[in-house]
């Protein structure tokens, strides 16, 4: 029991014990399929919010860009469900059966050669990952390995978000253009539109949300992590030491846009679609917002970051739809200026001194003597001896 207890509190694990059972336990028995389908939508953020984490709290490289990983994941498993969604049975009323509708209505007659590997499933699941995370080494080798970093890496990583925007939807005929993927309906003749599959999606998201936020706690608690908080405050020291600090930013901007890319795989699965619309400059801007308000130093924080945001989002969109804009702006400006780090911040900067000395006066209370009890008063009638008093 004491190795267990040493163990959760090596790796801080308290509080994702009790993400876990706030994701598995309290919200599947509080909120209906539709609710819960909405949670199990901004989870798949949390997958990018913690990347940043890694990127942008611990290995200090800022990038506005993740959105071009989180749309590669998606596309990757979009265009496997978009080709079993396009059967020649289901697409025979179309000039050319068994390609999808997007390409029908481009006027292409055959499946370009890029899109027959997304006919197996294993190629797709892989490419969800190998394909952001080949984006990520390109451009990570091309600019880390020259210094290129600050607020220059940023702009790059903007831009690229933006090239991939408009190519996408330059390209209608290969991609879907501006309108995405849709019409996602099956994964190996499963229905995901049923209510028992959404509940299955969002434990497996769950599940690989909870496996990533462990993986990369290990990271953070080994030497690489350590490596990485030293070349965040003092990158000269580092490689001055004989590390390659730009071999170390090549790997963790991977990592993160692996991450990145299953969160969009998972919200390709839950929402039933993929659109540029979550690729571009604005989206990519958001998520860094996951992690700010959640803080970018704390894992678990930047999943109750991507929740808090889009929990916003979607009760200030239904409330006031006129204004839900400012309100969100407002949300994310008052935790910010309020607490730097976030909510994590607020959590182990106030609420727990707060705990931790109240518990200490509840102890030393309880450890203090009872105190003595006053001796009564000696009233006239006690010193009275009682031969004196008149018999009746």
Not at 45 to 62: D, E, K
Not at 86 to 97: A, F, G, L, R, V
Not at 340 to 360: F, H, N, Q
């Amino acid at each position: 029991m004491n190795t267990l207890k040493a163990w959760i509190n090596r790796y801080q694990f308290g509080s994702l014990l009790i993400l876990t059972g706030l994701l598995v336990v309290v919200l599947p028995l509080s909120l209906d399929i539709f609710r819960l389908n909405l949670v199990g939508k901004y989870l798949t953020y949390a997958f990018v919010a913690i990347g940043l984490v890694m990127l942008w709290g611990y290995g200090g490289v800022l990038s506005l860009g993740q959105g071009v990983f989180f749309g590669l994941g998606g596309y990757a498993m979009a265009m496997f469900l978009k080709l079993e969604a396009s059967d020649p049975e289901s697409t025979k009323i179309q000039s050319t059966p068994g390609i999808p509708d997007f390409m029908d209505w481009n006027q292409l007659t055959e499946l370009p050669t890029f899109w027959l590997p997304f006919k197996s499933l294993p190629f797709s699941l892989a490419a969800v990952i190998v394909l952001p995370t080949l984006l990520a080494f390109v451009i990570s080798f091309a600019m880390f390995k020259r210094r290129v970093g600050g607020v220059y890496f940023a702009i790059i990583t903007q831009a690229v978000a933006l090239i991939l925007t408009v190519l996408i939807i330059g390209q209608q005929g290969y991609t879907g253009g501006v309108n995405g993927m849709t019409d996602l309906k099956t994964l190996m003749g499963w229905d995901v539109r049923t209510d028992s599959a959404k509940y299955i999606l969002y434990f497996v998201c769950v599940g690989l949300l909870l496996a990533s936020i462990v993986l990369c706690r290990w990271i953070q608690t080994s030497k690489l992590g350590t490596l990485l908080l030293a070349m965040r405050d003092k990158e000269d020291r580092v490689r001055f030491s004989g590390y390659d600090v730009a071999s170390f930013r090549i790997f963790v901007f991977c990592l993160a846009a692996a991450l990145s890319g299953i969160g969009g795989a998972m919200f390709t699965l839950q929402v039933g679609f993929m659109s540029p619309s979550f690729v571009g400059i604005v989206p990519s801007i958001e998520m860094v917002i996951f992690a700010a308000v959640g803080g970018r130093m704390s894992l678990v924080g930047a999943v109750y970051g991507a929740l808090l945001v889009n929990w916003g989002k979607t009760y200030f969109s239904e409330t006031f739809p006129d204004m839900w804009l400012f309100l969100v702006a407002a949300l994310f400006i008052g935790v910010t200026m309020a607490f730097p780090m976030g909510l994590a911040g607020l959590w182990a900067d106030k609420i727990v001194p707060w705990w931790k000395s109240r518990r200490t006066s509840v102890s030393k209370a309880g450890e203090l003597p009872p105190p003595k009890a006053k001796p009564m008063p000696v009233t006239q009638e006690a010193e009275t001896p009682a031969s004196s008093i008149p018999a009746a």
